[in-house]
């Protein structure tokens, strides 16, 4: 609360903490969700001048991010977002919505290029048996129709035919057509987003261009330069002072999430064989008011012999007992 206000006085604004964090085996989403939780924020702080939304999140639903800044316009005149470390994908769009974006050296935003997962898409069967749906990336459909013109030199319509007939055998045409809707609806959002603030459509164009499609991967990274001089986002480079608030406030919600540390049963358990524990792995939080999205697990280790084998199998099981949003009055 203290760095909070600390920010809020640096900024001359208002500050709101989202943290979706992506602790590896304990990921969660930017999803709707969250939005009663942050009217409860907004209410609470009323209508301002200026809201800083202090942003942390690596994937989710791009409806929600699109709807999420429409959500923060209602209550302020300058809408602006604080990007300590990752704001990738979803988190990206969220950015495109800001008037200013803050972002500190280790500062980052993604492609918005999307991954469509549809009960057609291709199945892939994992080791415990769980048959699971593989996402399809426009991009990588992309790449390979490029692979195929421009490599291979098939470019004639009866060779391209070919190509398209083997990649619709593997992959569902009904997909190959959500997928590219899907990429169109993300290019409306985003220069949607972009207008709000912005009056060049020449910058616009080639922003939305950039982030869906001229990256060749969804795990490219943006720095705080290129977000500012290939994108031509408003990107505010803040003081030694602001900087060191605003990764101080981070190391914060790193202590709390334990994004930095995979999840690991085994770490969970220690010296014992059964044991409940709470990982909070979102955070909502404006001064005076703390949600977070909390998991309960029981985490149980077993041992079994093997013929033949001089060393135990260590199997586990988990349990959620509970999971949601909650507000935190531990303070």
């Known amino acids: 609360m203290e760095l909070i206000s600390a920010i809020e006085v640096a900024r001359g604004s ?11 085996g304990l990921e969660i989403n930017i999803a709707t969700d969250v939005f009663p939780i942050l009217h409860s924020h907004l209410a609470k702080v009323g209508y301002q001048n200026q809201i800083d939304l202090f942003l942390y999140g690596t994937s989710g639903l791009p409806m929600a991010g699109y709807a999420l800044v429409n959500l923060f316009r209602e209550f302020c005149g300058r809408f602006n977002v604080i990007i300590p470390f990752k704001a990738h994908s979803t988190a990206t769009l969220i950015a495109l919505g800001a008037d200013e974006l803050v972002m500190s050296e280790m500062g980052q935003l993604s492609p918005i290029d999307p991954s469509v997962q549809h009960p057609l898409s291709p199945k892939i069967t994992l080791p415990n048996q769980l048959i699971q749906d593989v996402p399809v990336n ?5 790449g390979f129709l490029s692979f195929a013109r421009n490599e291979l030199g098939l470019g004639g319509e009866e060779s391209m035919q070919k190509v398209l007939d083997a990649l619709a055998s593997n992959v569902s045409p009904l997909v190959l057509g959500a997928m590219y809707r899907s990429r169109e609806q993300i290019a409306f959002l985003a220069a949607h987003l972009l207008k709000q603030h912005m009056d060049d459509d020449e910058t616009i164009d080639r922003a939305v261009s950039t982030l869906t499609s001229k990256r060749f991967s969804h795990q490219y990274i943006i720095s705080r330069k290129e977000a500012k001089d290939g994108l031509g986002l ?13 990764v101080g406030l981070w190391e914060q919600y790193v202590e709390i999430t334990e994004v930095d540390k995979p999840y690991n049963p085994q770490t969970v358990l220690e010296r014992e064989f059964v044991k409940v524990s709470n990982f909070d792995r979102g955070i909502i939080e404006s001064k005076g008011l703390t949600h977070v999205f909390r998991t309960q697990k029981e985490v149980e280790r077993s041992e079994m012999s093997i013929p033949q084998s001089p060393f135990p199998q260590i199997a586990y099981r988990e349990q959620t007992l509970e999971e949601g949003w909650i507000e935190d009055d531990r303070l």
Do not use: C, G, K, M
């Open 14 to 24: 208002t500050v709101i903490s989202y943290v979706a964090a992506d602790r590896q």
């Open 234 to 246: 408003n990107v505010i480079e803040p003081d030694e002072r602001l900087a060191s608030l605003i």
């Open 138 to 142: 426009v991009e990588d459909v992309d």
